[in-house]
C-alpha cells in the first residue's frame, strides 16, 4: 500500500507534484476550511483531522493524505484512508476515499480530475470513496468509479419539525404538537405490544469495546458478501468520544459472550431538529432477536434525549425487517454515499454494486470524525 512516487505533470500549462500530507500542510488545510465554514469550523475540524489520521490502526505512517502542489503550493488534497476489508470471508487490504477539496481560487481548472486520476493510477487497490457530494461525485464517475446502489436509511419519526411550515406559526405549532401525540401515542402502543425484556440478554452501555468485539466481527463476517473490518481497535478508534462529539456504545451479552453491539449519537442539527443516529451495529444476521434488543434499548435510551427523528442506514434485509417490525419506515436510498474501483485487485463475487450485498452503516464513512455537536 505504498504512497509514494508520484512524479512531476502538468495541467494546462500547470507544473505539478503530488506528494504525501506532510505537518506543515496543516495551515493550508485550515485555510480551505476557514473559507468553507468560518473560523471555529476549521479549528474544529483541525482536532478531528488529527484524531482521523493519527489513530487509524490500518496506517503504518499515519500521514494518509495526498497534496497537489503547485509552484510549492498547496491547491488540493484527497483523504485516501487505508483500510481492510472482508470479500467473501478473505482479507483485502485496500483504501477509503473521503475527503476531497481544491483551492477555491484554482477551482474550474481540471485539477481534480487529472489529482484523482494520477493517484488511482498509482494505487491500484481495491478502494471505494464514502459520502461524496454532487460536484466530487461527478469527477470521481469520471475517472471511472462506479456506484454502489440502493443504500437505504429507515427513519422513526417523532415530530415534523422543520418539515411543514406556512406563515401561521400557530398553525404550524398546532401541527407539530398533533404529530408528536400521534407518534408518541404509536410509539407506546408498539412497546405495550412488544417484548422490551430483551429476552434474557444483558444489554448495557460501555466505555470501549473490547477483545470479545473481534472475536463477534470474524464469526459473523462470512454472512456478508463484503464488509469493512469491524474489529476492537477499528471502533475505539471510531467512537470514543472526542471533544467534538460524545458517542454511546452498547453491547449484547449472554453470560461472558458478547451477542452483538451497537453505537449511537443524539445531536442538534443546523435545521434545529434534534436528530438520533444509529451509526453502526453488528451481530449474526440469523439472531434477530439479539439486534431487536439492541435496538429497543436503543430506543429507550434516545427517547429520554426528546429526538425528532431517529435514523438508521441498513443494507441487509434481514436488519430491514426488524426495523420495520419497531415502526422504522424506508425515508432515503442514499445515491452516492457509497463507491468503487479497482474491484478486480479483490476477487470480488458477482453483486459488487448491489447495496444489499454489502453490510453498510454510517460509521463506514468519514462522518464519525467531522459531524460534530453545538459547541
Avoid at 4 to 21: Q, V
Avoid at 31 to 57: D, H, M, T, Y
Wanted: overall charge neutral; some cysteine; charged content about 25%.
Amino acid at each position: 500500500m505504498d504512497m509514494t512516487g508520484f512524479f512531476d505533470s502538468s495541467a494546462r500549462g500547470l507544473d505539478f507534484r503530488i506528494r504525501r500530507y506532510r505537518h506543515d500542510d496543516l495551515g493550508a488545510f485550515e485555510r480551505f476550511w476557514n473559507a468553507q465554514g468560518g473560523a471555529a469550523f476549521a479549528s474544529r475540524r483541525v482536532n478531528a483531522f488529527r484524531r482521523l489520521v493519527e489513530g487509524n490502526p490500518f496506517s503504518a505512517t499515519h500521514n494518509d493524505y495526498l497534496v497537489l502542489e503547485i509552484e510549492g503550493r498547496v491547491a488540493a488534497y484527497e483523504g485516501i484512508m487505508p483500510f481492510r476489508f472482508s470479500v467473501s470471508g478473505e482479507d483485502v487490504d485496500g483504501f477509503i476515499y473521503h475527503d476531497t477539496m481544491v483551492d477555491p481560487e484554482m477551482r474550474g481548472r481540471g485539477l481534480g480530475k487529472r489529482f484523482v486520476k494520477s493517484i488511482l493510477e498509482a494505487c491500484p487497490e481495491f478502494s471505494v470513496a464514502v459520502w461524496m457530494n454532487a460536484p466530487n461525485m461527478r469527477v470521481f464517475e469520471r475517472c471511472g468509479w462506479l456506484p454502489v446502489d440502493s443504500l437505504p436509511t429507515y427513519v422513526r419519526g417523532y415530530t415534523i419539525r422543520n418539515m411543514v411550515k406556512t406563515r401561521l406559526p400557530v398553525f404550524n405549532h398546532a401541527a407539530e404538537a398533533s404529530v408528536g401525540a400521534l407518534a408518541g401515542l404509536l410509539y407506546r402502543l408498539e412497546k405495550s405490544l412488544s417484548d422490551y425484556s430483551f429476552r434474557g440478554y444483558d444489554v448495557g452501555i460501555v466505555e470501549s469495546f473490547d477483545e470479545r468485539v473481534d472475536a463477534l466481527f470474524h464469526a459473523v463476517r462470512r454472512e456478508f458478501p463484503f464488509i469493512a473490518f469491524r474489529t476492537g481497535d477499528v471502533l475505539n478508534w471510531k467512537f470514543m468520544d472526542s471533544p467534538s462529539c460524545r458517542f454511546v456504545r452498547m453491547i449484547c451479552s449472554r453470560g461472558t459472550e458478547l451477542q452483538g453491539y451497537l453505537v449511537f449519537r443524539v445531536r442538534d442539527s443546523h435545521d434545529g431538529r434534534r436528530i438520533a443516529t444509529v451509526y453502526d451495529f453488528l451481530c449474526p444476521p440469523r439472531r434477530i432477536d439479539v439486534f431487536l434488543a439492541l435496538m429497543r434499548r436503543a430506543v429507550i435510551e434516545i427517547e429520554r434525549q426528546r429526538p425528532d427523528t431517529l435514523e438508521v442506514l441498513c443494507t441487509d434485509r434481514r436488519f430491514a425487517g426488524a426495523l420495520k417490525r419497531l415502526m422504522f419506515v424506508r425515508a432515503r436510498d442514499n445515491p452516492g454515499a457509497l463507491k468503487y474501483i479497482h474491484a478486480e485487485s479483490a476477487d470480488p463475487p458477482p453483486g459488487i454494486g448491489r447495496g444489499e450485498n454489502w453490510f453498510f452503516t454510517f460509521g463506514d464513512g468519514d462522518r464519525v470524525f467531522w459531524d460534530f455537536d453545538p459547541g
